[in-house]
C-alpha cells in the first residue's frame, strides 16, 4: 500500500467526525484525511445589563479568537462554542455554568465579568470539574484551581497606579465602588496602600449596580476636597459619576483632571464612547492599551491582531491559551492545567505571556493611560509583572519610598 500524502490546502472538514461531539475520527486521523478535532467550548457573557459594554468586548475576544483558530491550517482543532446569555441576570451565570457542562461536551468556559457572577459559578465548576477562563481585572486574595486569571490582579493594577499617582497629586483620597465585592476589596486594599503613603481616605462610598444618582457623591467629593478619587464604579454607576465629576470640575478648578484625577483599574477604550469625552485626562490602567503594540509590551512574536481594550485582548488570550494546549493535549481538563503551565510561554495579543502554575494568573503588562478623548495615551508601560494575586510580595518602602516619620511625645 502505498503512502497517503496529507492534505495540505487549508483546514478540511471530516464529515465523520462531525457526527462525534468533542472529538474527531482516530481511524481518519491516522490515514492523514482529518485534519481537525471538534471541541466544544462553552461561553458566558450577557449581552444585556449594567455592565453590557465590557461583556460584548470580551465577548468579542472569545469570538474573534475562536473564528481565527478554525481558520489557520496549523492549530489541529476546532472550536465549536456553545453559548448561554445571563441576560445581566446574577442568578443566571450558575444556571448558564451547569447547562453549558451538563449538556454539552464543554469544559472550559471562558466567561463572566463581575467577582460576584465568578464566585456564582466556581462551585459549579468544583463539582462538575469545569474550568473559567476569566478575562477581567479583578481584587486579588482568590486562587481557585477551577479558575485561571487571564487579567489583573492588584499588584498589576491598583498598587502601580498608586505609586505613580501619590507622588505626583498627593496621597489624600476619595474611594467609591459598586456595591460588591469588587469594590469593597479593591478599597479595602487601597485603604492600607493610602495609609503605607502617609494618606488619609477622605470618603468611601458605595452604590448599587447601576444607580445612577451620583448627586450626594459628588457633593462629598466637593466638601472633602482630596487629591485623588479612586473609581470602582462599574457600567452605567461609573458613567453617570464621570460625567457629573466633568461638570464639578468647570465650577470647581480643584477638580479638574491635573489636579485630582479619577482614578480606574477597570475602565478601558470599549467604554470611553458612553462617557462623550467627559473623562478627558483621568487615568486608567491594564495590561493593555490600544496605542502601544503587543511586541512593544512584551514579546516580538504577539499577534498582529489589535484587539479594541484589555478586556477584549484577554478573552482573546484566553481562547488562543486553550487553543495551544488543546492542541498539544485534546482532553486536558482543570488537573492537566498546572504542568501545561510550567516553563511555557503564550503567544497573544497582550504579547508573550506565561501563566504561573501555582496560582494560574497570568504575567501581564502593566500600562498606565491617560484618557484623550476615545482613547487612552499611555504614560508608562512595565514589561513582564509577574502575579502576586495575595500581596505577599509586596514592600511599602519600595513602593512609596521611606516611611514619613511624625514626632510623638
Known amino acids: 500500500m502505498g503512502k497517503i500524502p496529507a492534505p495540505t490546502a487549508g483546514r478540511q472538514k471530516c464529515l465523520v467526525c462531525l457526527a462525534f461531539r468533542g472529538g474527531g475520527c482516530g481511524a481518519l486521523l491516522f490515514l492523514g484525511i482529518c485534519l481537525g478535532r471538534r471541541i466544544e467550548i462553552g461561553i458566558l457573557y450577557s449581552r444585556s445589563g449594567n455592565y453590557r459594554l465590557l461583556s460584548e468586548s470580551c465577548r468579542s475576544g472569545a469570538m474573534t479568537a475562536i473564528a481565527d483558530i478554525n481558520a489557520d491550517p496549523a492549530i489541529p482543532i476546532e472550536f465549536v462554542p456553545v453559548e448561554r446569555d445571563p441576560q445581566g441576570n446574577i442568578d443566571g451565570y450558575a444556571t448558564g455554568c451547569a447547562d453549558i457542562l451538563g449538556n454539552s461536551g464543554a469544559r472550559h468556559i471562558i ?8 464566585k ?13 477562563w ?54 479595602r486594599v487601597a485603604r492600607d496602600l493610602i495609609a503605607d503613603a502617609g494618606g488619609k481616605v477622605l470618603g468611601e462610598r458605595y452604590l448599587p449596580l447601576g444607580e445612577v444618582d ?7 467629593i466637593q466638601a472633602t476636597r482630596p487629591d485623588f478619587v ?4 462599574i457600567g452605567s454607576s461609573s458613567y453617570a ?21 479619577i482614578l480606574s483599574c477597570n475602565l478601558t477604550e470599549c467604554e470611553l464612547p458612553a462617557l462623550n469625552e467627559a473623562g478627558n485626562g483621568h487615568l486608567s490602567v ?19 491582531i489589535m484587539p479594541a481594550s484589555s478586556f ?37 495579543p497582550l504579547g508573550d505571556i506565561s501563566i504561573d502554575p501555582q496560582t494560574q494568573h497570568a504575567t501581564l503588562p502593566v500600562q498606565i493611560g491617560r484618557i484623550e478623548g476615545t482613547a487612552f495615551k499611555t504614560v508608562t508601560l512595565t514589561k513582564g509583572v509577574a502575579p502576586d494575586p495575595y500581596l505577599s510580595r509586596y514592600d511599602r518602602t519600595e513602593t512609596f519610598g521611606r516611611p514619613r516619620l511624625r514626632v510623638v511625645s
Do not use: K
Not at 456564582?120 to 473559567?132: D, K, Y
Not at 486579588?140 to 492588584?154: I, K
Not at 491594564?286 to 512574536?301: E, T
Open 286 to 304: 491594564g495590561p493593555y492599551f490600544h496605542d502601544i503594540s503587543a511586541a512593544d509590551r512584551q514579546g516580538d512574536s504577539a499577534p498582529s
Open 120 to 132: 456564582e459559578v466556581i462551585p459549579i465548576l468544583e463539582r462538575a470539574g469545569g474550568t473559567l
Open 241 to 261: 459619576f464621570i460625567a457629573a465629576y466633568a461638570e464639578l470640575a468647570e465650577r470647581d478648578p480643584h477638580f479638574r483632571p491635573e489636579r485630582c484625577p
Open 312 to 348: 477584549e485582548a484577554a478573552a482573546y488570550a484566553s481562547v488562543r491559551t486553550l487553543a495551544e494546549i488543546l492542541a498539544r493535549n485534546p482532553g486536558a481538563q482543570w488537573p492537566d492545567l498546572p504542568q501545561a503551565f510550567a516553563g511555557t510561554s503564550f503567544r497573544t
Open 214 to 220: 451620583v448627586s450626594r457623591l459628588i457633593a462629598e
Open 134 to 187: 476569566y478575562a477581567c481585572p479583578y481584587e486579588g486574595f482568590e486562587a481557585n484551581e477551577h479558575v485561571v486569571y487571564m487579567h489583573a490582579c492588584p499588584n498589576q493594577h491598583l498598587v502601580p497606579l498608586l505609586a505613580y499617582v501619590v507622588p505626583r497629586f498627593g496621597a489624600n483620597g476619595f474611594l467609591l465602588g459598586s456595591n460588591y465585592i469588587w469594590g469593597w476589596e479593591t478599597n
Open 230 to 233: 479612586l473609581n470602582n464604579l
Open 111 to 118: 466567561g463572566c465579568i463581575t467577582s460576584w457572577s465568578r
